[in-house]
């Protein structure tokens, strides 16, 4: 069936490019929502476009398209996984992809990565072909949490999930004041900074927080303007934390991505899980 199917593609490419008249890009993808070649960014974004970690790439040649397509890639690739979603396979997302533009989110259920104390991310440069992208932006997913939010003995942690088995994932305790919303806007200041320390300046910031989103996007320079104060005259309880945001984000291109808390994208649940495991974390 696979073969019939390649054969049937090659076909259609022949039929395409023939009437065309003009040699064009041929665009492959091997792990997407259907797999093969395809003569527009069009036709390939639609298989790749927010699909877990689409592997894909343009070539110049078919022959070179179809080899990449049937190439079973990486010892990783050749494995398999597990579906999380029962519905879409995953692929290790790569910097060579870039030329071709767009990748979706990582999905994962790989080993668990445990870092040391919040602070800024001075580790090792990590290689680029181990990050997810979507475009030319860095795809990054956070989240904060707190038990017993607003009540005694708070425990609040932050989780910062690059895609699987990443050496960037963090999980650890929010210093300070304990609460979710400090440590949602948190958990994004820990993103940025690892970027930061990566020279990363590009950016697809997932979070479930529309606070800290709206937050950094349309309420500081308000907050700013009218003396730290909100539109009913109330004191900004989190300045010290959106100033700390606001002094990381100069000279990123960040674009601020919400996502529904626990709707199963695992993304956000793999940071909301290293986030909990933050929590159980000494206090800092």
């Not at 894909?56 to 597990?82: C, I, L, M, Y």
């Not at 927080?209 to 937050?215: D, P, R, V």
């Not at 100069?250 to 626990?262: N, S």
Request: net charge positive.
């Amino acid at each position: 069936m696979t073969r019939l199917l390649g054969a049937v593609q090659r076909v259609a490419l022949a039929a395409v490019r023939c009437s065309s008249g003009k040699p064009g890009m041929f665009y492959a993808v091997r792990r997407g929502r259907k797999a093969g070649v395809f003569l527009t960014w069009d036709e390939c974004r639609e298989q790749v476009d927010r699909f877990p970690a689409a592997r894909f790439k343009k070539f110049a040649t078919e022959k070179e398209a179809w080899a990449f397509v049937r190439n079973p890639g990486s010892p990783q690739d050749s494995q398999g996984h597990r579906d999380e979603c029962a519905q879409e396979p995953r692929a290790k997302a790569s910097k060579r992809l870039r030329e071709a533009l767009a990748t979706g989110e990582e999905e994962d259920s790989g080993p668990r990565t445990k870092l040391g104390k919040p602070s800024l991310g001075a580790t090792a440069p990590v290689g680029k072909d181990s990050f997810s992208y979507m475009g030319e932006h860095v795809v990054v997913y956070t989240d904060g949490c707190c038990s017993r939010n607003g009540r005694r003995r708070p425990r609040a942690g932050i989780g910062v999930y690059w895609g699987p088995g990443h050496p960037l994932n963090v999980g650890v305790r929010l210093p300070g004041r304990q609460t979710n919303q400090r440590a949602e806007i948190h958990a994004a200041c820990r993103a940025i900074e690892q970027a930061r320390a990566q020279d990363i300046d590009k950016l697809v910031l997932y979070t479930d927080s529309m606070f800290t989103i709206n937050g950094i996007t349309n309420w500081l320079q308000g907050w700013k303007e009218n003396g730290w104060r909100t539109s009913t005259g109330k004191e900004v309880i989190n300045r010290e934390d959106f100033l700390e945001l606001d002094r990381l984000v100069q000279g990123m291109d960040i674009r601020w991505m919400h996502v529904p808390g626990h709707s199963g994208l695992v993304g956000n649940e793999e940071a909301d899980r290293l986030a909990k495991e933050g929590a159980k974390q000494p206090d800092v």
